[in-house]
T-cell receptor, first 113, second 116 residues
Framework: EPEVTQTPSHQVTQMGQEVILRCVPI?????FYWYRQILGQKVEFLVS????????KSEIFDDQFSVERPDGSNFTLKIRSTKLEDSAMYFC???????????FGPGTRLTVT | AQKITQTQPGMFVQEKEAVTLDCTYD???????LFWYKQPSSGEMIFLIY??????QNATEGRYSLNFQKARKSANLVISASQLGDSAMYFC?????????????FGQGTELSVKP
């Protein structure tokens, strides 16, 4: 069964460094999302992407964040200058054009020191 | 404002018994979708079940069913015949938009422990 994949599974970085989190959505899906979950807290929406552009973003998704779909398969989240409070699990999700379910990847645990 | 509330931080259930996890929601949008996800200790988010606001029947998927009470704005998850592998965090979520591609808003989660 097709699934969303994410790399790396764990990323440790120093404050102020740039990180790129990578996702490969399910191949026939057209909607892509990034969510994050700070340890012990609920899952929060960051950004959605459709038709090669951002369709919605939350107030968390400030100028430090950006997303790209550089080719037909990858979907990336870049954090330009990481802060301690960016430490969280980052989930990529995708959804096909019809249907309602968003399928989540296994997540990337980002630790900012 | 759109909101999801899960009032049970933790629940215990005996193996093979049924358990209900509560979820209430608030939205002024007439069209919305309700979801349940399971998050085991390994961390991934597993989709369990979906209910659309206009669906007449309660959704069912194997041992999972969603008790949808629209007037009460509740969407409780019922797990029948609990198994040890059901021990996990469970999140209720809502897509509060007629846009099928809309974001999900999550509740705080309920941690379910299944006792042998």
């Amino acid at each position: 069964e097709p699934e969303v994949t994410q790399t790396p599974s764990h990323q440790v970085t120093q404050m102020g460094q740039e990180v790129i989190l990578r996702c490969v959505p399910i191949s026939n899906h057209l909607y892509f999302y990034w969510y994050r979950q700070i340890l012990g807290q609920k899952v929060e929406f960051l950004v959605s992407f459709y038709n090669n552009e951002i369709s919605e973003k939350s107030e968390i998704f400030d100028d430090q964040f950006s997303v790209e779909r550089p080719d037909g398969s990858n979907f990336t989240l870049k954090i330009r200058s990481t802060k301690l409070e960016d430490s969280a699990m980052y989930f990529c999700a995708s959804k096909r054009d019809s249907g309602d379910e968003q399928y989540f990847g296994p997540g990337t645990r980002l630790t900012v020191t | 404002a759109q909101k999801i509330t899960q009032t049970q931080p933790g629940m215990f259930v005996q193996e093979k018994e049924a358990v209900t996890l509560d979820c209430t929601y608030d939205t002024s949008d007439p069209s919305y979708g309700l979801f349940w996800y399971k998050q085991p200790s390994s961390g991934e988010m597993i989709f369990l079940i979906y209910q659309g606001s206009y669906d007449q029947q309660n959704a069912t998927e194997g041992r999972y069913s969603l008790n949808f009470q629209k007037a009460r704005k509740s969407a409780n998850l019922v797990i029948s015949a609990s198994q040890l592998g059901d021990s996990a965090m469970y999140f209720c979520a809502m897509r509060a938009s007629h846009n099928q591609g809309g974001k999900l808003i999550f509740g705080q989660g309920t941690e379910l422990s299944v006792k042998p």
